[in-house]
């Protein structure tokens, strides 16, 4: 096994190995081991002052929304459709009661509801048949 961090109090030197800037193992363990389990700072209230003001963040690997809803809540929303995950806001910030997904126009209100489905009388025949299978 690599060192990666040297250690030395006796030489007084803390030395840390430069692949752990790039390593993408070292990355996926540290998302799953500390940016998965702890509190994760995404931003400040004053960021999102206004009703309607979001902001897309990237945080730990995800891709977040940080909002303030139409009720002057603080959000965080995962940007990703829950049709096929594509991104649900491809603005970095602005203000919008509704977010839709550019793919196949499902929208979703300012606090993660949905709000509309394009065809969603076919869409429910489609899972009545899937479910008539199974
Ligand atoms: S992927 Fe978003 S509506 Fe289909």
Redesign the pocket.
């Known amino acids: 096994m690599r060192e990666i961090v040297r250690d030395n109090i006796d030489k007084n030197e803390f030395l840390v190995h430069r692949s752990v800037f790039t390593d993408k193992e070292i990355l996926a363990h540290e998302r799953k081991e500390i940016f998965s389990k702890c509190w994760l700072f995404i931003g400040h209230e004053t960021e999102v002052a206004n009703k309607g003001d979001y902001k897309r963040k990237k945080v730990g690997g995800r891709n977040l929304l940080f909002v303030r809803s139409q009720d002057e809540e603080l959000r965080v929303l995962y940007n990703t459709?829950p049709?096929?995950?594509?991104l649900?806001c491809r603005e970095d910030e602005g203000n919008s009661r509704v977010f839709r997904?550019f793919?196949?126009?499902?929208s979703f209100t300012n606090d993660g509801k949905l709000a509309g489905m394009p065809g969603k009388d076919g869409f429910q025949m489609i899972l009545m048949m899937r479910a008539r299978k199974i």
């Open positions: 459709c049709h096929r995950g594509a649900v997904c793919y196949h126009a499902w």
